[in-house]
């Protein structure tokens, strides 16, 4: 299978390339929010420790 | 076993557990879902019918079936929070709600766009993206429901309740709907994902179904390292887990 | 029940609890203190149906708002009369869903406002034996009038007398059955400020099947083809809802009791 061939998809480029760009797409911003998720909640902890440290202190 | 299932309980447990598989997931996922894109989209053969347009089920398919899956993993997730009072049922069920969401928008982008070629239409109101559509919405719900609630424990609890009085409707929406679709006799191409598949186009699929689902729990890990330190922000162990 | 709050009440391991006589809370104003659970039901029923008498607004209400959103879809769609009749079953049952749960936010929000709600359940008869009262209260008010209503938009929508009574008794097992389904969503939005919105969004996809069967009876009734099968299937989804909503509701006000 040629490169130019392979790209086209039979004719059917237009939807085939645009389905698999978007499934991906919704793959790595699961993994973004995932990662931000965490880190948002990280900081929040890390505050609250922070907070109490001082209450204390 | 019992010990086990007991300790998975345990905040500490659940959080190291998922920092753990973390990596493991990934790889697994990155691995399975790069083998399925190269047989799906390389090495298997157009089909006889749908020409090249088939290979869209390499997504579509597993998108589809994940988003059913995590769906009743948040029931049971809830379920399991709502009747033995454990939190990190909870936690696996807030975290699992977006992913699944977002699984139910891949099968809906790509079953439309896979629909145009074929049926001549993006919405063809196929029994099976409609029902996939009403599983969107019912997600939606959950979500909406959960963040509506200031006190976050009443909002999981409630979120809980309403996922699982959805997961006892989803089969009677496909059923509904499937039945609907056979009065107005609808389109009526083979559809996705024939049962009789050649080996060739076959492991591109499985390879992909594998992928999803280590994905699901890598990212599912993730999340629920956040909800787990988002609930504990006052126990001891958050504060040596967080300073290191 | 977080032990917080339990504390904070003072009546805490008591709360929402099926069993029999609470000692402390006999002399209760509440009613089914002394009678049956029959009893208790038909007394909270009655009281619902006059406190609705007592305001013929909000009876009235919900059947002018199903009115409009049938006269909304001729006038939007400019249709002959004998395409009307098509969209007839559609428009018919959407407008039934929608009017039905526009009420359906005032379910239990009022009497856990002010408290009454909390008395109920204190009077030992078990937050399923009220929830079921109720709904079908509500039910009595909003879907049986709705479904007295129906003949006469059907007339405007040009469904022919000889389909009433089927459209009639279909309509009556799906507002029935989606009153159940109305309660689980009012009772888990019962202690938010703004819970109306999130109530058709939780309730409406929920019921799309009851939409479906519904509006195939009917059709199938102005085609004068057999109904038997949707008919047959609507009465399963009420037979469902009926025995499993009640649990699930007053697992839901237990939930925002708590």
């Not at chain 1, 931000?36 to 929040?44: G, H, I, K, T, V």
Request: with cysteine; hydrophobic share 55%; net charge positive.
């Amino acid at each position: 299978m040629t490169s130019p061939e392979f790209w086209s998809m039979g004719g059917y480029a237009g939807y085939v390339w645009p389905c698999f760009a978007f499934a991906l797409g919704v793959l790595a911003w699961n993994l973004w929010a995932a990662r931000r998720c965490y880190r948002e909640a990280r900081s929040r902890a890390l505050r609250t420790v922070q907070m109490t440290e001082a209450e204390r202190a | 076993m019992w010990t086990w299932f007991y300790r998975l309980a345990s905040p500490p447990y659940v959080y190291g557990l998922a920092t753990a598989l973390t990596p493991w997931l990934l790889a697994g996922a990155g691995l399975a879902i790069a083998a399925g894109l190269v047989g799906g989209l390389v090495f298997a053969p157009p089909d006889y019918q749908q020409g090249d347009a088939f290979r869209i089920i390499y997504v579509h398919v597993p998108g589809a079936f994940l988003s059913l899956m995590v769906y009743c993993i948040m029931a049971v997730a809830g379920a399991i929070g709502l009747i033995w009072r454990i939190k990190m049922g909870h936690a696996v069920a807030v975290a699992s709600a977006p992913v699944g969401a977002s699984f139910t928008l891949i099968a809906l982008v790509t079953g439309s766009l896979w629909g145009k070629p074929m049926w001549g239409t993006y919405w063809a109101w196929d029994p099976r993206l409609t029902s996939e559509l009403i599983l969107l919405f019912l997600y939606v719900g959950v979500m909406s429901l959960r963040s509506a609630f200031e006190d976050s424990q009443r909002g999981d609890r409630a979120a809980a309740l309403l996922a699982i009085v959805g997961v006892i409707n989803v089969p009677i929406i496909h059923f509904s709907v499937q039945w609907w679709n056979s009065l107005h006799q609808g389109p009526t191409i083979a559809k996705i994902g024939a049962p009789s598949m050649p080996g060739s186009m076959l492991w591109p699929l499985l390879a992909m179904l594998l992928g999803f689902a280590l994905f699901y729990g890598a990212v599912l890990c993730m999340r629920l390292r956040g909800e787990v330190l988002n609930r504990e922000r006052q126990s001891t162990w958050v504060r040596e887990a967080v300073r290191s | 029940m977080t032990p917080g709050s339990a504390q904070g009440t003072g009546v805490g391991p008591a709360r929402g609890d099926a069993a029999g006589s609470v000692p402390g809370v006999a002399e209760s104003p509440a009613p089914g203190a002394g009678v049956g659970t029959f009893g208790a039901a038909a007394l909270i029923m009655r009281r619902e149906l006059r406190l609705s008498f007592r305001r013929p607004e909000h009876l009235v209400q919900p059947l002018v708002f199903f009115l409009i959103i049938t006269t909304l879809f001729p006038l939007g769609l400019s249709l002959q009369l004998s395409q009307l009749r098509d969209m007839a079953p559609g428009v018919l049952w959407g407008a039934a869903l929608l009017s039905s749960l526009l009420s359906l936010d005032a379910l239990f929000k009022s009497d856990a406002d002010d408290g009454t709600l909390e008395q109920l359940a204190l009077s030992g008869q078990g937050l399923t034996v009220i929830v079921i009262a109720k709904t079908l209260a509500h039910w009595l008010v909003t879907g049986a009038a709705l479904v007295l209503v129906s003949p006469l938009v059907a007339t405007a929508l040009d469904i022919p007398a000889s389909a009433f009574a089927l459209m009639m008794s279909s309509l009556a097992l799906g507002t029935l059955t989606l009153s159940w389904l109305g309660s689980i969503g009012a009772a888990l939005t019962v202690g938010l400020k703004r819970g109306n919105v999130l109530i058709s969004l939780i309730v409406l996809p929920l019921a799309m099947p009851l939409l479906i069967f519904g509006a195939s009876a009917t059709e199938r009734a102005i085609s004068g083809t057999s109904a038997a099968g949707p008919l047959y299937l609507l009465t399963a989804l009420c037979v469902l809802t009926t025995t499993l909503a009640p649990f699930a509701a007053s697992a839901a006000l237990k939930i925002s009791l708590d």
